[in-house]
């Protein structure tokens, strides 16, 4: 079975352009989650979709950061315009969704770096 | 979520048990333990969960307190890539609900 798939793995840009990150989740698992992981710290959830639906975003710093989860599958996490600040790791997970036992995948993440 | 707490690190000679311990003691009744791990460069991977009862799999076995206030994560024969942190996360179980990392316990195995 293949785990989840995100690229690119390493991302450098100068502030304030714009960079978006891909996620491919495990095949048949309706949730999908971005975190960001800070140095030293542990991952904090960005947002969270069921389907295609964003049921979670409370996190999603919504003046710079966009989401989007077209057909239920594929996902893209974009960020306009980067900020000194957002450089971090950005995680991709997926799970089963609702009823399951919340066992999360996670993909190996995006190392963005912002100059 | 509730809280958790971990020491920040600990070590552990190879080829011996290593016990990991998470104190929860805000847990909620619906709340189960999870434990994942992260290697250094990659994603958390999931290691087991419980609610109340003790658990076993093929990578560790969780012992959870009778009053569920605390946990205790054991890798029976620890190797050197075993080394990683390990996060304890408390969270509703037969939900979808993102997790709430702490810094977790910085685990090293001394060769």
């Known amino acids: 079975e293949a785990g989840v798939v995100q690229s690119p793995r390493y991302k450098i840009i100068e502030k304030k352009q714009p960079v978006a990150f891909w996620c491919n989740p495990i095949s048949g698992h309706n949730t999908l989650y971005w975190y960001r992981q800070n140095l030293g710290q542990g991952p904090e959830l960005l947002i969270r979709y069921e389907n295609e639906e964003a049921v979670d975003d409370s996190q999603l710093p919504k003046d710079r950061f966009s989401a989007e989860r077209l057909k239920g599958v594929d996902s893209t996490l974009k960020i306009q315009p980067a900020e000194l600040g957002d450089s971090a790791v950005y995680l991709c997970?997926?799970?089963?969704?609702?009823?399951?036992?919340?066992?999360?995948?996670f993909g190996p993440g995006t190392r963005l770096t912002v100059l | 979520d509730a809280k958790t707490t971990q020491p920040p690190s600990m070590d552990c000679a190879e080829g011996r048990a290593a016990n990991l311990p998470c104190n929860h003691s805000?847990?909620?009744?619906?709340?189960?333990v999870y434990w994942y791990r992260q290697i250094h460069s990659q994603g958390p991977q999931y290691i087991i969960h419980g609610l109340k009862n003790n658990e076993t799999n093929e990578m560790a076995s969780l012992i959870i307190t009778e009053d569920r206030k605390s946990s205790t994560l054991i890798l029976p024969h620890a190797t050197l890539r075993d080394t990683a942190v390990y996060y304890c996360?408390?969270?509703?179980?037969?939900?979808?609900?993102?997790?709430?990392f702490g810094k977790g316990t910085h685990l090293i195995i001394q060769p």
């Open positions: 805000t847990i909620s009744g619906n709340e189960y």
């Open positions: 996360i408390v969270s509703p179980g037969g939900g979808a609900d993102g997790l709430t």
């Open positions: 997970a997926s799970s089963k969704g609702p009823g399951n036992q919340n066992e999360q995948f």
